[in-house]
């Protein structure tokens, strides 16, 4: 049973069509990862099921009491405070959690600045204080940028063992590897939906290439 249904959306901007009639469909516990060039509308189709964008056409249909958490690419910071007053909401059952996945990711001092952090810094605060948040369905849009590969290992760790439902964007076909659904984006439509099945995850990643190429995508600009 789905939990979201995407039903033929179609969102143009200006004179370019992002998505005609596409639909798909999510289920509890889905973890998803969609690879697309760039301009594909990747990062589009995370705000109209965050509810952040509304499709022209279509629409998204929720379970009821749904809980969406939603992390952007470029999260809006405050210019002000330090980094406990961004990620602490003084609620000790939370902020605990939040404290820990700091210093995983390598942040210790609560008491800095916010405005001194570097763009990494930054969004591995915004990382942090997302994931310790009450939610059903975790949208992340890549995630893995300012990681080091340490910490991108921790992260897909995390992210594979949480009991939740991902839709996650990435340029990086490895990260993506670990999920159990691929989306393809082309030309306003979705393609190739694929299913890891039984394959490790070695093997996976090589179809998820296949199809990339397939699809007539530079490498590059994909992954």
Do not use: C
């Amino acid at each position: 049973m789905n939990i979201i249904n995407i039903e033929h959306i179609s969102k143009i901007y200006g004179e370019k069509t992002i998505y005609e009639d596409a639909s798909f469909g999510i289920q509890q516990g889905d973890k998803i990862g969609i690879i697309g060039i760039n301009g594909t509308g990747k990062s589009t189709l995370l705000k109209i099921i965050a509810g952040e964008e509304e499709p022209d056409t279509g629409e998204v249909i929720y379970q009821n009491g749904l809980k969406i958490l939603y992390l952007p690419q470029n999260p809006e910071f405050p210019r002000e405070g330090t980094l406990a007053s961004y990620a602490l909401k003084g609620d000790p059952q939370t902020d605990w959690q939040v404290e820990s996945y700091l210093n995983i990711l390598g942040i210790t001092d609560l008491a800095v600045p916010f405005d001194t952090l570097s763009g990494g810094q930054k969004r591995k605060a915004a990382m942090a204080r997302a994931l310790s948040q009450d939610f059903d369905v975790l949208l992340l849009d890549e995630p893995t940028n300012h990681l080091d590969m340490e910490m991108i290992g921790w992260l897909e760790e995390y992210l594979r063992n949480m009991r939740k439902t991902l839709l996650m964007v990435t340029h990086d076909a490895f990260t993506a590897s670990y999920a159990d659904r691929i989306l393809f984006i082309k030309d306003g439509k979705l393609f190739n939906e694929l299913h890891r099945g039984e394959d490790s995850r070695k093997e996976f990643f090589g179809r998820i290439i296949e199809v990339v190429t397939l699809l007539g995508g530079e490498l590059n600009d994909v992954l």
